[in-house]
């Protein structure tokens, strides 16, 4: 198929710059597109402008392709929170207006109605129908004491499948003798019986599991088609609407076991539910075609590496017959999506930065059908094969366009949210490196240099580490980095091994030895940038979060050659992480059980290296952090303390796993790493 927005037979610079330029030029004036990726005035971006940041996502198009839906969301600064609501437009981008209050809209099948979720009696999010004629119409159809998720239109149209948690009864229970009229006792402990009993961003879940659930589209009574103390995954519809497509581990002690999971089915009149797929391995992300035959689904055999991509397969209805369809394709699939005609499937893979749009048919075979410096995400397709998508690249934070991939791929905007906003901001230029490292690896990152860029003048550096381990930094707009570019910082972040998007045995790179050679990529990055002559060597500093905070850590106890440091919400102590994190899979990244052999623990740990460290190093971390816990800053920041290395513990409120969700935190987070790292850069 014809690929669409860049060609390949540019320079690196040239082709960054072309990419931005082609991307905004879709529906901008040749003045206003030069204006957003080199600034018409001297405006630089700031922590101010951070609270008028406006987007765009979700967008689901409407079945006959005349509509589009979307979430248009922004940061509200008196409650500290970020907020949305559901608009619509037409498919030419033209009629944008307010719809509804609430979020995750989507269209009924004929494209009558949508459904949504919104605050509801008697508490709580809710369901609700909204009718799309004239009248606009609004019922409530659920009134439940838990929130509904992962909402799926039946394809008649008649009943829409949810999932909910459902609380469950511990084994380990007591008769307390009466309580004394008046009296005031302790309340009742918490019994915890699971394996994973809790989980960052929602605190203790010990007494729940995930269920399936089906209800009227016209209101109803609610009924529960899934059992059991098990979790299971958002259901997919059959053609015939007769049932649903899931993911689960319906087995004893199913908690225990690793990367193992089964595709059931279960039907809606009576709740039978069928075992689709049987192996040993992880099955998942089932998706019905709109035919009946078929049923795709990512696959993999059981391994023990720490990161393989899995394939895309198909079988048929009844879980017979499965085989790859997606060949030697080396890269992780995601967004699913059948084509109407049910002869395949679309989706999206991360590569090298970007994230594209790709088909793989029934016969086997994937294509590209975009190709470019950018990233997009695939949320929705027409009866007439459109897909509703959102497209983020360096100089733009993300909007809605529309994809038509037909021979001749036609992509079009429909939505500028921040045109006004960075209109006269001079955005940093950025420039993607490929430079060698060990072991003869190709290693890619990208640097963002300060607006008027000088290259006769040193800068100072800031090195941005990403967590995981296994994942990608890309070709996305990052405020965050943009606005310590805007602050004269040149700002390189790269993809070491172990990072997705390069294929399976690049991700592997780091099995059993994360963190360690990763650490060799990163350096070389460093020194590639200094070959430049850009960088201030006298003020280079380094940060990371979660992974991110694992490598600072282990960066600092190597080398010297830092000014400061930030570990932020890191991993410090893995004999102390694996059994207090919010999972016990982490058990399973290390050879052996550290009772039985902890030198490998050790071995891996940054703090058996803090003696090694002089680097200024502070620490940030969330207090309510339950993937990476508090724990692991203290123990670092203890053993910093007691050699007398400079460091500061930033212990931030209202915080999971990271430091900026709360958006006076993402602000706090970028000015107390430029404090500290200015602090020590001026010694």
């Given at each position: 198929m014809t690929k669409t927005l860049l060609t390949t037979n540019l320079s690196n610079q040239t082709r960054l710059l072309a990419t931005a330029v082609l991307m905004l030029c879709l529906c901008l004036p040749a003045a206003v597109v030069q204006a957003q990726v080199n600034g018409t005035g001297e405006d630089r971006l700031n922590l101010e402008m951070y609270w008028e940041l406006q987007n765009a996502s979700n967008p689901q198009i409407s079945p006959d392709g005349r509509q589009v839906i979307y979430t248009r969301g922004w940061i509200d600064p008196k409650s500290d929170s970020r907020k949305s609501e559901i608009w619509i437009m037409d498919a030419s981008g033209e009629?944008?207006?307010?719809?509804?209050?609430?979020?995750?809209?989507?269209?009924?099948?004929?494209?009558?109605?949508?459904?949504?979720?919104?605050?509801?009696?008697?508490?709580g999010s809710q369901i609700y129908i909204r009718w799309m004629d004239d009248e606009g119409a609004t019922s409530q159809v659920t009134r439940m004491t838990k929130s509904?998720?992962?909402?799926?239109w039946s394809p008649d149209g008649n009943y829409l499948a949810f999932t909910r948690s459902v609380d469950s009864r511990p084994s380990l229970t007591i008769q307390m003798p009466a309580r004394p009229e008046g009296a005031s006792w302790t309340p009742s402990p918490k019994v915890v019986e699971r394996a994973v009993y809790r989980r960052d961003r929602q605190g203790y879940v010990d007494d729940s599991y995930t269920h399936i659930f089906v209800v009227s589209a016209e209101g109803g009574a609610v009924r529960q088609l899934t059992d059991g103390n098990w979790n299971h995954s958002s259901p997919e519809w059959t053609a015939d609407s007769r049932e649903l497509v899931f993911t689960s581990l319906r087995v004893e002690d199913a908690e225990l076991q690793w990367r193992h999971s089964e595709i059931y089915s279960v039907r809606v009149d009576d709740g039978t539910i069928r075992q689709l797929t049987d192996r040993f391995g992880?099955?998942?992300?089932?998706?019905?075609?709109p035919n009946g035959r078929y049923i795709a689904y990512l696959g993999d055999d059981w391994h023990d590496n720490t990161y393989r991509n899995r394939k895309i397969y198909l079988m048929d209805r009844d879980g017979s017959n499965p085989r790859v369809i997606s060949g030697d394709f080396d890269r992780s699939a995601g967004s699913l999506t059948w084509a109407s005609d049910s002869r395949g499937l679309y989706f999206t893979a991360n590569s090298e930065g970007n994230r594209n749009l790709h088909y793989v048919s029934v016969n086997g075979g994937v294509h590209d059908i975009t190709d470019g410096i950018h990233q997009i995400s695939l949320s929705s397709i027409s009866n007439n094969g459109v897909m509703g998508v959102t497209i983020s690249s360096f100089y733009e934070p993300g909007d809605i366009y529309l994809v038509n991939p037909g021979r001749t791929v036609r992509t079009e905007r429909l939505t500028n949210m921040n045109r006004d906003?960075?209109?006269n901001v001079k955005l940093g230029e950025v420039e993607e490196i490929w430079y060698k490292s060990t072991d003869n690896l190709d290693i890619q990152g990208w640097v963002i240099k300060p607006p008027d860029f000088d290259p006769a003048t040193t800068y100072p550096m800031m090195l941005v580490i990403h967590g995981g381990p296994h994942a990608m930094y890309g070709v996305g707009f990052s405020y965050s980095w943009q606005e310590h570019a805007a602050n004269g910082y040149l700002v390189?972040?790269?993809?070491?091994?172990?990072?997705?998007?390069?294929?399976?045995?690049?991700?592997?790179?780091?099995?059993?030895?994360?963190?360690?050679?990763?650490?060799?990529?990163?350096?070389?990055?460093?020194?590639?940038?200094?070959?430049?002559?850009?960088?201030?060597?006298?003020?280079?500093?380094?940060?990371?979060?979660?992974?991110?905070?694992?490598?600072?850590?282990?960066?600092?106890?190597?080398t010297d050659r830092f000014a400061a440091a930030s570990s932020n919400c890191p991993v410090t102590n893995w004999l102390s992480f694996v059994g207090t994190t919010d999972g016990i899979s982490w058990y399973r990244n290390f050879e052996h059980f550290p009772w039985d052999d902890p030198s490998e623990h050790l071995q891996r740990s940054p703090l058996m290296y803090v003696g090694n460290v002089t680097t200024p190093t502070m620490?940030?971390?969330?207090?309510?952090?339950?993937?990476?816990?508090?724990?692991?800053?203290?123990?670092?920041?203890?053993?910093?303390?007691?050699?007398?290395?400079?460091?500061?513990?930033?212990?931030?409120?209202?915080?999971?796993?990271?430091?900026?969700?709360?958006?006076?935190n993402f602000i706090r987070s970028q000015l107390y790493l430029r404090t500290w790292f200015e602090k020590w850069g001026e010694q």
């Open positions: 009629r944008k207006r307010f719809l509804a209050e609430g979020s995750s809209p989507s269209w009924s099948p004929d494209g009558t109605r949508i459904a949504y979720t919104a605050s509801g009696e008697p508490g509904p998720s992962n909402i799926r992880q099955d998942s992300n089932g998706r019905p075609s906003l960075m209109r390189l972040y790269t993809n070491p091994r172990g990072s997705t998007g390069y294929g399976s045995a690049f991700a592997n790179e780091i099995n059993n030895a994360y963190p360690g050679k990763d650490y060799d990529d990163l350096i070389a990055g460093v020194d590639h940038l200094i070959g430049k002559g850009w960088v201030d060597e006298d003020r280079m500093y380094v940060y990371g979060c979660s992974g991110g905070g694992v490598l600072t850590a282990w960066v600092v106890g190597h620490l940030m971390t969330g207090e309510n952090d339950l993937r990476t816990p508090m724990t692991q800053t203290e123990e670092y920041y203890a053993a910093l303390k007691v050699l007398g290395v400079p460091t500061a513990m930033v212990r931030f409120q209202n915080e999971w796993h990271g430091t900026s969700s709360q958006p006076s």
